[in-house]
T-cell receptor, first 113, second 116 residues
Framework: AQSVSQHNHHVILSEAASLELGCNYSYGGTVNLFWYVQYPGQHLQLLLKYFSGDPLVKGIKGFEAEFIKSKFSFNLRKPSVQWSDTAEYFCAVISGNTGKLIFGQGTTLQVKP | GAVVSQHPSWVICKSGTSVKIECRSLDFQATTMFWYRQFPKQSLMLMATSNEGSKATYEQGVEKDKFLINHASLTLSTLTVTSAHPEDSSFYIC????????????FGPGTRLTVT
């Protein structure tokens, strides 16, 4: 079965620290990749997405992610986090043959001021 | 643009009763709507996919007679939890796509259901 794995369940950083959240997926065919963020008490918002083209994708609020096909990975990065980045982050994948969005377990990011 | 709303945002009901949750696309016509369930500190699990005017497609393990989905129009889908039990307590989230959204789903704010 297709799956998405996020390695970090709970990350605590100080402001200005760099962030990298890991995401690996199991499907070997064509995939569309997403990172969503869920701020406390708010709905899921799209941070960035990859469909094709440049594997380095830039999203909102200074986030970026790199698609490495050989590693089945789509890690999320931000060079300098802010307290306002405290949220739950979800990696998600749509595989070509199902059209279904499969979510990773989520990573709770806590940024200390 | 592409705003999805849900109503109610939270609901408490007694065991054995039914609860209806609405999902609306406010500024676009949704070709497809999805219903997810999210347990505390866990990921979103797809429950069902619905298209306007047709029966919903349920994921394996989801009881279609318990979780009734009606997609009456291009802007409204409803999820009815019938004969609710405490184990149905969860966060229910809907999402929607339109013809030009290219697999990007737009999520509602979710509905917190507590069954006592």
């Amino acid at each position: 079965a297709q799956s998405v794995s996020q390695h970090n369940h709970h990350v605590i950083l100080s402001e200005a620290a760099s962030l990298e959240l890991g995401c690996n997926y199991s499907y070997g065919g064509t995939v569309n990749l997403f990172w969503y963020v869920q701020y406390p008490g708010q709905h899921l918002q799209l941070l960035l997405k990859y469909f094709s083209g440049d594997p380095l994708v830039k999203g909102i609020k200074g986030f970026e992610a790199e698609f490495i096909k050989s590693k089945f990975s789509f890690n999320l990065r931000k060079p300098s986090v802010q307290w306002s980045d405290t949220a739950e982050y979800f990696c998600a994948v749509i595989s070509g043959n199902t059209g279904k969005l499969i979510f990773g377990q989520g990573t709770t990011l806590q940024v200390k001021p | 643009g592409a705003v999805v709303s849900q109503h109610p945002s939270w609901v408490i009901c007694k065991s054995g009763t039914s609860v209806k949750i609405e999902c609306r696309s406010l500024d676009f016509q949704a070709t497809t709507m999805f219903w997810y369930r999210q347990f505390p500190k866990q990921s979103l699990m797809l429950m069902a996919t619905s298209n306007e005017g047709s029966k919903a497609t349920y994921e394996q393990g989801v009881e279609k007679d318990k979780f009734l989905i009606n997609h009456a129009s291009l802007t409204l889908s409803t999820l009815t939890v019938t004969s609710a039990h405490p184990e149905d307590s969860s966060f229910y989230i809907c999402s929607a796509i339109y013809s030009g959204s290219k697999d990007e789903q737009y999520f509602g704010p979710g509905t917190r259901l507590t069954v006592t």
